[in-house]
């Protein structure tokens, strides 16, 4: 099920890539500190490692929960209400990265101004600085929501899945083969 956010932020995402391509490089804001894969991890809501302590601690977040809701048996009621705490994160997590693009761009303006001041650089970078907080913390507090929905058994049962995933993605590309998983 396509939320309209989702289907917004999809929508969105295929304007700036259409801009993008329309764009010299430098215009469409890639040559910088923003490339053109964060431009659409942060249009589209990627987590992009900001809630890692998180995930450390086999605390999945919504967009995880969701995948994985047969293999945890989420309950109706946790669907719903993961989808709430996903499509939140999703909203503001898409508002914060264009803030963050648009950002980055300005102090990247800046840095190649030569009439820009110290100062108005130095208040450029706190201000990526703080967005990027806001956009970890946006991450961060969805995970602490879906950990309240999710029972002990469910949180255990994620942790055991993500375990297992990670143990053959450190196979050895041979020792797949030779077991007749060919897929990587």
Same mark, same amino acid.
């Given at each position: 099920m396509i939320t309209h956010a989702l289907r917004a932020t999809l929508r969105?995402?295929?304007?700036?890539?259409?801009?993008?391509?329309?764009?010299?490089?430098? *215009?469409?804001?890639?040559?910088?500190?923003?490339?053109?894969?964060?431009?659409?991890?942060?249009?589209?809501?990627?987590? $992009?490692? $900001?809630?890692?302590?998180? &995930?450390?601690?086999?605390?999945?977040?919504? #967009?995880?929960?969701?995948?994985?809701?047969? &293999?945890?048996?989420?309950?109706?009621? *946790?669907?719903? *209400?993961?989808?709430?705490? #996903?499509?939140?994160?999703?909203?503001?997590?898409?508002?914060?990265?264009?803030?963050?693009?648009?950002?980055?761009?300005?102090?990247? *303006?800046?840095?190649?101004?030569?009439?820009?001041?110290?100062?108005s650089r130095e208040q450029a970078l706190q201000r990526v600085g703080q967005l990027h907080r806001e956009l970890r913390q946006a991450h961060q507090d969805a995970h602490e929501s879906q950990r309240a929905i999710l029972t002990p058994e469910q949180l255990a049962r994620y942790r055991s899945l993500r375990a297992q995933a990670a143990a053959v993605a450190a196979r050895p590309t041979s020792v797949l083969q030779a077991a007749g998983d060919t897929d990587r």
């Open positions: 969105l995402s295929l304007m700036m890539l259409a801009a993008s391509a329309a764009m010299p490089e430098a *215009q469409a804001g890639t040559s910088g500190a923003v490339t053109h894969d964060d431009v659409q991890a942060y249009l589209t809501a990627k987590g $992009m490692g $900001m809630a890692r302590a998180a &995930e450390r601690e086999g605390v999945p977040g919504p #967009f995880h929960a969701l995948a994985m809701a047969h &293999e945890l048996a989420l309950s109706p009621q *946790q669907l719903t *209400q993961t989808r709430a705490v #996903f499509n939140r994160m999703e909203a503001q997590s898409s508002q914060i990265g264009r803030q963050i693009i648009e950002q980055e761009r300005r102090l990247d *303006q800046l840095l190649n101004d030569p009439l820009s001041t110290a100062r």
